[in-house]
């Protein structure tokens, strides 16, 4: 069990960190070179200015037209968006570790309130999961990758709360807490969670659209 | 909830006819692979399914709810499949991804205001729609009409001479009301170029005459042109026909540029509004069009601030206003549109939503130009605006677009609507002042 636990907190922590980054990059890489080659045109569309007026007005909570038609579903959604980098950046355990690996240091939040957090996040991935169940317009375009995504992302939260209240074998806890973050990670820019690093180009460029060339509001 | 039928259609029957498998992947792989890129792939990998742009749509709302009118909906059965199977999708696919994207979606693009990643929905079903082009689907009447732009550069076959008939006609009409107005055609250096769509000199001639009188009373210096590149309405644009959208443009703008006009005032059409100003300068490769275009609502709005028309008596009814969706979500001149209403009407009452966040006449897009075999399911598709319009209470719509016209006179019929409508243009030549008639 130790070593399967210095294995997944050690090499396997750098290979996920690493094919997010590298991931990363190459996701971006590859959509900006794509448009470079074959759609040169959308440059010459985007504007910083309402690219950032459409980001904005959709980064505030019930600000949009369609927030306002959805307001439990956009609660939900901001608290799960919150509190998924909240406790990812900010819980004080996940804090020591990089203070006791690298040296680096920032404040932290507390760990009932992190608590409080990880059960919103969880009960969002479920509300969600049951949403695409008994909504059926997002039923009809669900199907079992949509639930997959939804377990992989809830999975290190639920193995997190799990760990915390010592529930269950410790040990065995963080370890699924950290391979499931692993696995997580790496499917950030390979699945449709990808939406993290092409949501604010998507959003920018037709904020432009609507801004620069339409004059009007996209929200 | 009333199931979805398919329609047979002439066009898309025959076409289906000469598919073979081979043919369709072919020509799938051959749009998707050279005629895409960033755009597509972040739109459909950024895409998580949540289907909050459903209530965006007049179709589904229209057909109380039904899933598979929702606009991802509609990407589901058309994109989705075509993606995963690398363009091996079967003859009937095809013929239901025809009717889906080139009848059930206006390109209204109320849905890309109500996507939080702002994914362009309608770009997708115009990408589709470009597909059915290639494969020789598109819908009977509408494809009749791009032929018709691609004959004679107008939307309705008008023969050359008779376009200069039509204006010389009107411009009689004109000189019983207003002795010496004028309709002046081919005036090289005038500072506006007036353009119109086919229909107005086929059957919509007095909006010429009354687009005449406005100009001759605000002491315009403008012109019409005698030639092809007239009209500026472009059916090609939504039947995904790019070649014919281009040479369409071209003729209009090299017109425009021939008649050496400071800038090109149109009508009131949405489409031939968003194909000029939005479509087909970038066919063309300008960013912004070539020469200015100024829609017949901003115009109004300029001649009206100016002082180049004023207002001799109000409407006295309570009137409604149609935000057509070119025009507002294309180039947001609704609060410049209600300044003019206002002007000329007591009493505006507003539909609810309204401005940016109007529901379409489920006309646009060339869905009213698919014809007849379309005409039931597409006014059954829009009962939420008959419930609109019924909830104004008021007698008299003001819709400034031609297509709109089309699709709302539909509704108005097939719901029971007491209800006119009329063109901006109409009501400000009833109500201005015209000092030398």
């Known amino acids: ?219 | 909830m009333k199931e979805r039928v398919w329609i047979k259609d002439e066009g898309i029957e025959r076409g289906a006819e000469a598919l073979t498998p081979e043919r369709i992947e072919r020509t799938i792989n051959a749009v998707l692979g050279n005629e895409t890129g960033a755009r597509l792939m972040a739109y459909v990998e950024t895409c998580v399914h949540c289907g909050l742009c459903s209530e965006a749509c007049h179709f589904y709302l229209s057909r109380d709810k039904d899933p598979s009118y929702a606009p991802v909906g509609k990407v589901k059965q058309t994109i989705w499949p075509m993606l995963k199977h690398k363009g091996k999708v079967s003859v009937e696919f095809m013929k239901q991804a025809t009717q889906i994207a080139q009848t059930e979606c206006n390109l209204c693009r109320r849905c890309v205001q109500y996507c939080p990643f702002g994914i362009d929905i309608a770009y997708m079903m115009s990408l589709v729609r470009r597909i059915v082009h290639k494969l020789e689907l598109t819908p009977l009447y509408i494809q009749d009409t791009a032929h018709s732009h691609s004959a004679t550069l107008n939307q309705m076959w008008v023969k050359d001479d008779e376009w200069i008939d039509a204006l010389h006609w009107q411009e009689d009409e004109i000189r019983e009301e207003i002795p010496n107005a004028r309709i002046p055609l081919e005036k090289e250096g005038a500072d506006i170029m007036y353009s119109v769509i086919g229909p107005e000199p086929k059957f919509r001639t007095q909006l010429i005459y009354q687009a005449a009188v406005i100009m001759n009373v605000a002491g315009l210096n403008w012109t019409m042109p005698a030639t092809p590149g007239w009209d500026n309405s472009d059916m090609a644009m939504f039947t995904g026909d790019s070649e014919i959208m281009a040479r369409l443009k071209r003729a209009h703008f090299e017109t425009a540029a021939r008649l050496r006009v400071k800038k090109i005032v149109m009508g009131e059409c949405g489409h031939a509004f968003r194909s000029v100003y939005d479509t087909g300068n970038r066919v063309l490769g300008w960013r912004m069009p070539p020469i200015p275009v100024i829609h017949a609502l901003e115009f109004y709005w300029d001649l009206l601030n100016e002082g180049r028309i004023k207002v001799a008596k109000q409407i006295e009814e309570p009137v409604t206003f149609h935000d057509p969706c070119n025009v507002v979500r294309g180039r947001g001149l609704h609060e410049k549109a209600r300044e003019v209403v206002r002007a000329f009407c007591k009493n505006l009452v507003e539909m609810h939503p309204n401005r940016e966040h109007n529901l379409c006449c489920a006309a646009g897009g060339g869905v009213i130009n698919c014809g007849p075999p379309f005409k039931n399911a597409r006014v059954e598709s829009n009962s939420a605006k008959a419930e609109q319009l019924k909830a104004t209470g008021v007698k008299l719509c003001i819709a400034p677009c031609h297509n709109c016209h089309g699709g709302l006179d539909d509704i108005i019929h097939k719901y029971g609507l007491d209800m006119e409508l009329k063109f901006l243009g109409e009501i400000i030549y009833e109500c201005m002042e015209k000092p030398e008639a």
Request: proline share 5%; net charge neutral.
């Open chain 1, 1 to 219: 069990m130790e070593r399967i636990y210095i294995l997944v907190s050690g090499p396997l922590a750098w290979i996920a960190w690493s094919v997010l980054i590298l991931g990363s990059i190459y996701r971006l890489w590859q959509v900006f070179s794509l448009a470079k080659q074959k759609e040169q045109v959308l440059f010459s569309y985007i504007s910083l200015k309402y690219a950032l007026r459409s980001i904005i007005n959709w980064s505030i909570p019930w600000n949009t037209t369609n927030m306002r038609l959805h307001p439990i579903f956009t609660g939900v959604a901001f608290l799960f968006h919150i509190g998924f980098f909240v406790i990812l950046i900010f819980l004080s355990a996940h804090v020591i570790m990089i203070e006791e690996g690298f040296g680096l240091s920032w404040p932290t939040i507390p760990d009932a309130l992190a608590d409080v957090m990880a059960f919103l996040v969880v009960g969002a991935c479920i509300f969600f999961g049951v949403r695409r169940i008994v909504r059926p317009e997002v039923a009809f375009v669900t199907d079992w990758t949509d639930f997959a995504l939804l377990g992989l992302v809830a999975a290190p939260f639920l193995t997190g709360i799990l760990a915390y209240h010592q529930w269950g074998d410790p040990l065995l806890m963080t370890i699924l807490h950290m391979l499931s973050a692993e696995i997580l990670l790496i499917s950030i820019p390979f699945t449709r969670l990808v939406h993290m690093l092409f949501a604010p180009f998507t959003r920018g460029y037709i904020g432009s659209e609507f801004g620069m060339v339409r004059h009007v509001k996209d929200w």
